[in-house]
């Protein structure tokens, strides 16, 4: 089959695994895939398939619509390759689906997360979302692909949409990239994803200050971008237990990881996160790391009691009660715990079990 995705994320972000994983899944499994995004042609040369690059330059707000105007036009020549059928994440999928449908390519909706950002750009952003889906809801050949089953309710509630043109694409892991190591000899606390305020992460340098006062003995790597990310740069510079670094390649960030012993999951019990199929979650759980969370829908692996490799805890004792966790944990429980976070994950998270279910629906 010869697939066509339209998306804005650029592929070098931490963001985009999801997008990779499944493109390399697809490419495996014998389809023709082209990638339609902003990235320089270059950034795809390597990779294993076609990629049409076009780029835009718009102030934040109005980049979906720009990208949009810009694939419209694309799709409109008659140049363009072969497409039996189009993936449109949902940013850009007002601005398609029309001419898709007009030239009978079957299409369907990718929506890794609602809205995230606050303010003027969200205010801005709902109304788009609700008309993806919409468009979906209109067109019974259709489906749209979430990444939870709390998504889809949401979805349901907000739009109306029926239950069978939903489908649920779990964050998944690459099982052979994030593998467990030999740990650090000092207790290692880590966090990768986006560095924003509003994801929490400005709690972190604070919970592993109180967990050094209390006595215990670790460190905290935080990676990734975001606006808090300079924030975090000024307080390691008088926290010598903290370690900040950019965005890195996914064999670097799976090499980091090995040596960890506890993810975290900072992000609060807001709509957007309790939404979620966090990936960081099974990229942890791959890796042998035991994972420390606020405790809502969005962080946890399965309905009713959380495996013990996993502690979620409310908010507000985050750091009591996080603290008093590791502080129970001997250096067996952890090995333990360890092996069973990895054998989880190669059960039920790997992105094989996700493309199962992606390909099922063409």
Known sequence: MHIHWFTRREMTDL???TQLALAHGLVRRGHSLTIVNPDPHAKHEALPWQHVSLPIQAIRGLQARKLGAEMLEYLKEKTTPKCDLAIVDWQIAPYLISELENQSIRWMLMDRSPPADRGLIAWLQWPKWKNAWRLVKRNPLTVGCVVSKAHRDFVIEKVGSNLDQIIVLNAGADMKLFIPGEKNPELTLVYHGRLDHHRGVLSLPMFAQKAISSGLKCRLIMIGEGNAYEDLLRIKEDQQFI???PT?????LAKILRGCHIGLLP?????VWKLASPLKMSEYAASGLLIL????SGHRVKEGMQPPWIKLVEKQSFHEDGIKWIDSLTDEQILTLSKEARLHAQKSMTWETTLDVLVGVF
């Not at 890195?248 to 670097?252: G, K």
């Open 15 to 17: 963001c985009s695994t």
């Open 243 to 245: 370690d900040v670094y």
């Open 248 to 252: 890195m390649a996914q064999d670097q």
């Open 267 to 271: 992000m609060p019990d807001s709509e």
């Open 293 to 296: 969370g606020i405790d809502h």
